[in-house]
């Protein structure tokens, strides 16, 4: 899933990333934004219930909601 | 013995792999009676490796004095440890992590820490104190700014995560080391005799544990990776590097010292270069017994590991302990309680034997002896080159580029004489409470729990000669440090030791080695200060480029009363700033072969080292303490790179006071127009800049006269400004501004954006 | 009646010995709480120290809170009981939700172990009620991610409420950018809870209890705290 | 962009996270690994440039090639 650091918090690393881009000659990036890509196995074969269980963990563990989004998309892995 | 299922003979292309000779090759199969098989060979490629044998060093080093009435640990064991008296020992050793750092400097970096952190508490001792040797290019190019950033992101993260203060180190920037970093990294810790810990197994029963990480594909061939040039090839090595896990080490560390004391723990190892293989094979050998291996015992983070990449994997964070039979379980919940698995992967044997068997079945076994002691110790030749000519150039013929006043802004604005806060201040150094001296002094300066003195620590490098006289510049590297803990109010008490170098195999480069550990032998001899601990590093060469030698010396010190600590900064208006230790006629002298005034102002290495006295060293350092430990001095601070101006301005920039000192100016006859430029920047040995209040200026004196020290007093603290009497003067806050923008400036320019 | 001082260690807990040491000085007795635990071993006050647990991995205390002692801090809190989050501690109370807002990378994206100025802007606390008022107290700080935010709604709360118990400030006590050494919101170094009972800040007051280390003015936070119980009837 | 650690690659954090899933009660959680999510916004009409440029970034910059893998998408926003 993917965490990302909500629009109206600052995110300090973005900028620099943005600044080193521009420095390294590309003008054209307006904007960047930092947060984080995590990827998880469940052993689930039912996905109803296996969104249900990633959307409790992100917002029990995953994401802090005070400072954080989160988007989570499944996908069915035979035998995994 | 029996041999375990044969193999075909190796290809060429598979002993290089692992960086063994054919001849090598041929040894071992002689001592072994018959060929290796593939584990086998990896196994001995990997402990006849440079990193792990030291096959090359291994007889020079045999020269440094190791012995010492408080000596309790030499050469030999995962640190070295000296006596600090009421049955507390001090733990240390340095290692160098250059290789991986060139690759992947924050993870290079971190590891390295990881790594001689574990060095320490292998042997029972709390790590204390850690400090850094760095070594890069020219900071103005912004691709060493990068791998500079990276490794201190990369020491700091580790040591501030796991809660040991970095106290101190050094840092060097030149054009040599652009394709080659320096990264050493040095762990002190304390330990109570009765928990000294050793790296032995015996007992034949008894069991071997591994704890930590799961064991993974992780730098295979790392040791034979430390031991070969840095070039292209270094692409296809590439898993060689590593993430750090401090947490984890953080874990270990507290379950091993928890179990240190216990009976029935009878040995500990760190998984160092060449991860089981190595340190299993030297705790056998250590204990005079041998060891069996069950490999599918080992727990794995990745599936299908061969028995090879088991023994051969260089996973952080892993240790292995020898404890006596029955007593495994008691062990295991001691680290379960930090959520750490172990695993009983062998036991001791009787023969010397390196047994290694997979679900019963026998799949390597070698004699310890072959693989600890079997390689063939190498001789390359060694062969001065020519340098005469430029040992006996003159470094005042050339005319100056600037004026006194501008060279002197323009050495404190050079980021080697630079404020090195932008380093320090992204490490904790004080986490543990007991740093009273922290980074930016002379030495570092610890408390000892519970006693009225200290310990002090520093790392210094041979003088920027040492690419024409390593012999001398080597030795100098020691009386600096010497110095450094004096002006604290230390005596030194041990040395560690990194040799960095280049490709041993070509002759100019072994006569370096061998002059260098010659000049540190002899030093660490007239000194009376034994060397107790080091670590090799060899190869640091890139397309055919050697990097100039670097020796690196790690000191620590023992100060007899804290309360006497001494800072490097004037203390009060109105004090006298003298000159102590200066040679002859006072403190003009034309010393500026191989100075930093040389590097900046002509871009060249020429001229005669400065002259070292090691009995004058000894005497004045003694002198030092003495004035110290009557309460003479007001700060002291020792004179060395930038010399004489730098170090005033230095004192004055600490203390945040102007100084105004005027020496004799008596140019010797013989010596250029230039002999200013000598006066202000000359790097003349054995000299320590004081201050001490008026009062105390006779009892100095006397005291001084005692120890057959020179001692000058040639101004005082106070004003605005930074002066020379009739040679140069430069406003304080200018030289504030040049001084603490001189790595900063530079740095926080770019912020570097990964992680 | 002498004061018991129960000292949280989870895996990665690295100040708390600093604590100790720094409660010894104080003359009180200090105990270690193990993070497995649900005993806070009869406490009086509970200090969450510094350090990364749990490797601060994810986020620093997201991990940490779900441990069983956390349980019976929060117990603790909700009657009353003193909580002293340092560092790490506080970030954890944080993550917890016994304290609002986050602690985000520092705005400089570096470590950063200095010493600051703190202006004590509460002295509501139990832990602050000591304080000479007026008086900035020199403390180290030591964290690589200590930049307070807390969305508008909740910042104004706190600071209607008097909660903001310490900033960031210079040596004669001014806000300031330059005294700003995270980029926190409001130079905000330290919160405390509805109730006050819950101190969070990020600098190290156990570094500080020591002229020998650099100040004592950390050992205020401590003492505070111990009169404060020594005037409770009972 | 998705910016990971290699697979042959130790991630400590991921480790360290799903030993925390399982304390949580999900022993369903087989595996988690944690990575970077970059978005970056682009002044660029033509997609196929766009991502040549995005390419050399992440090579250059954005993904440090050692340890890390990455991966990009680049979606095409009227009027950015
Ligand atoms: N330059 C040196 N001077 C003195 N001792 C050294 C030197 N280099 C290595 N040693 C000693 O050789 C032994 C092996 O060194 P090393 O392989 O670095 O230790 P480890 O395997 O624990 O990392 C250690 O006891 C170390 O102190
Ligand atoms: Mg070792």
Redesign the interface.
């Known amino acids: 899933m993917v965490v990302t650091l909500k629009e109206v918090v600052n995110d300090p690393q973005g900028l620099v990333v943005t600044d080193a881009l521009h420095a390294l000659g590309y003008p054209q990036v307006q904007g960047v934004r930092v947060g984080k890509f995590i990827s998880l196995e469940l052993a689930e074969d039912d996905l109803e219930s296996a969104e249900a269980r990633v959307e409790e963990m992100c917002r029990r563990l995953l994401c802090n909601g005070v400072i954080e989004d989160y988007r989570a998309k499944l996908r069915l892995v035979p035998d995994a | 013995m029996r041999p375990a299922a044969a193999d075909s003979p190796p290809t060429s292309a598979e002993l290089r792999e692992l960086a063994l000779s054919e001849s090598e090759y041929r040894s071992a199969a002689d001592q072994l009676g018959r060929a290796p098989n593939r584990l086998e060979l990896g196994m001995i490629g990997a402990l006849w490796s440079e990193h792990c044998s030291y096959k090359t060093s291994r007889a020079l080093l045999r020269r440094l004095p190791s012995e010492g009435g408080r000596v309790v640990q030499g050469p030999g064991e995962n640190a070295g440890v000296v006596d600090l008296g009421g049955d507390l020992l001090c733990c240390f050793k340095i290692e160098s992590h250059n290789h991986p750092s060139a690759i992947e400097p924050v993870q290079g970096a971190a590891t390295g820490v990881g790594g001689i952190l574990r060095d320490v508490f292998a042997m029972g001792a709390r790590p204390v104190a850690l400090l850094d040797g760095l070594r890069f290019g020219d900071l103005a190019d912004p691709g060493q700014r990068h791998r500079f950033a990276r490794v201190v992101e990369g020491i700091g993260w580790y040591g501030n995560c796991i809660g040991v203060p970095t106290v101190g180190g050094e840092t060097y920037f030149d054009e040599a080391y652009q394709h080659n970093c320096l990264v050493n990294a040095m762990c002190v810790g304390l330990v109570q005799r009765d928990q000294l810990v050793k790296a032995r197994a015996s007992g034949p029963g008894n069991s071997l544990l591994l704890v930590g990480a799961d064991t993974g594909r992780d730098g295979i061939h790392g040791a034979t990776f430390a031991s070969v040039q840095l070039d292209q090839e270094a692409e296809g090595r590439r898993p060689a590097v590593q993430v750090g896990n401090p947490f984890l080490e953080k874990c270990l560390l507290e379950a091993c010292l928890e179990l240190t004391g216990d009976p029935d723990l009878i040995g500990l190892q760190d998984c160092g270069a060449a991860g089981l293989t190595s340190s299993c094979a030297e705790m056998a050998q250590r204990g005079g017994v041998g060891l069996e291996i069950a490999v599918e015992k080992v727990s794995r983070r990745e599936r299908g590991m061969t028995p090879y990449e088991v023994m051969l994997s260089e996973s952080q964070e892993r240790m292995v302990l020898v404890v006596r039979r029955g007593s495994e379980e008691r062990f295991r919940t001691a680290f379960r309680r930090w959520g750490l698995h172990c695993e009983v992967v062998g036991r001791v044997i009787e023969q010397p034997l390196f047994r290694i068997t997979e679900n019963g079945s026998e799949v390597a076994a070698l004699p310890l002896q072959l693989l600890i002691a079997g390689f063939p110790e190498r001789h390359p030749v060694a062969r001065a080159p020519q340098l005469s000519s430029l040992v006996a150039a003159d470094p005042l013929a050339a005319t100056p580029p600037w004026s006194p006043e501008d060279a002197w802004l323009r050495l404190l604005a050079s980021p080697n004489c630079g404020d090195r806060q932008w380093i320090w201040r992204q490490y904790d150094h004080q986490v543990g409470d007991d740093t009273v001296l922290g980074p930016g002094g002379d030495a570092a300066v610890l408390r000892l729990r519970g006693r009225s003195d200290g310990l002090a620590l520093t790392i210094d490098s041979a003088h920027r000669s040492v690419g024409l006289e390593p012999r001398r510049a080597t030795a100098i590297a020691l009386a600096e440090a010497v110095r450094n803990l004096a002006c604290v109010g230390a005596a030194p008490i041990g040395i560690t030791n990194c040799l960095n170098f280049g490709d041993p195999d070509r002759p100019e480069i072994m006569w370096q080695l061998e002059e260098a550990i010659g000049g540190l032998a002899d030093a660490a001899r007239e000194l009376g200060i034994p060397v107790v601990s080091g670590n090799v590093s060899l190869y640091n060469q890139f397309a055919g480029r050697g990097i100039p030698p670097t020796p690196t010396l790690g000191l620590v010190g023992l100060l007899p009363d804290l309360s006497r600590r001494l800072g490097a900064g004037f203390l009060a208006e109105g004090d006298l700033v003298a000159l102590v230790g200066a040679p002859g006629a006072g403190p003009a002298q034309v010393e500026l072969g191989g100075s930093e005034y040389q590097r900046i102002a002509y871009g060249v290495l020429e001229g005669p080292a400065p002259e070292l006295d090691l009995s004058r060293e000894a005497r004045s350092a003694q002198a030092i303490l003495a004035a110290i430990d009557h309460g003479l001095l007001s700060s002291a601070h020792d004179c060395a790179l930038g010399g004489l101006a730098v170090t005033l301005a230095e004192s004055a920039l600490l203390g945040g006071l102007g100084a105004r000192i005027s020496p004799p100016l008596d140019p010797p006859q013989e010596s250029s127009p230039n002999w200013r430029f000598g006066l202000l920047f000359g790097e003349t040995q054995g000299r320590y800049l004081v201050s001490l209040p008026t009062g105390r200026l006779a009892a100095a004196a006397a005291l001084f006269a005692q120890f057959n020290t020179e001692f000058a007093a040639l101004g005082s603290v106070g004003g605005a400004t930074i002066a020379v009497e009739g040679v140069a003067e430069i406003g304080l806050e200018q030289a504030a501004i040049a001084w603490s923008g001189a790595i900063s400036a530079q740095m926080d320019s770019s912020p570097s954006p990964q992680r | 009646m002498t004061v018991r001082f129960g000292i949280a260690v989870f895996?990665?807990t690295?100040?708390d010995?600093?604590c100790a040491?720094?409660v010894e000085l104080t003359g009180e007795v200090a105990v270690p709480l193990w993070h497995?635990d649900r005993d806070l071993k009869g406490c009086d006050v509970v200090i969450l120290p510094?350090?990364?647990a749990?490797?601060?991995?994810?986020?620093a205390g997201?991990?940490a809170r779900?441990a069983p002692l956390m349980e019976a801090v929060r117990e603790h809190a909700r009657g009353g009981g003193l909580v002293l989050g340092i560092c790490n501690g506080f970030q954890i109370l944080?993550?917890a939700g016994l304290l609002?807002?986050?602690l985000?990378?520092n705005?400089?994206?570096?470590?950063?172990?200095?010493p600051t100025w703190l202006r004590v802007e509460s002295t509501q606390s139990p832990f602050l009620a000591a304080c000479p008022p007026g008086q900035p107290l020199r403390v180290?700080i030591?964290h690589?991610e200590g930049r307070f935010?807390?969305?508008p709604e909740a910042l104004a709360q706190l600071n209607a409420e008097g909660r903001v118990a310490l900033r960031y400030c210079d040596q004669n006590g001014e806000i300031s950018d330059r005294a700003n050494p995270n980029?926190s919101l409001q130079n905000i170094a330290g919160i405390l809870n509805q109730q006050g009972n819950v101190l969070g800040l990020m600098p190290?007051p156990?570094?500080a209890?020591?002229a020998?280390?650099g100040s004592d003015q950390g050992l205020q936070l401590f003492n505070s705290a111990i009169q404060h119980l020594a005037a409770l009837p009972g």
């Open positions: 895996p990665g690295w100040s010995r600093d040491h720094a497995a510094g350090g990364f749990y490797g601060d991995y994810l986020r997201a991990i779900f944080c993550e609002p807002g986050a985000l990378r705005s400089s994206l570096q470590f950063r172990c200095q180290p030591s690589g935010y807390a969305a980029g190290h156990e570094r209890c020591e020998l280390l």
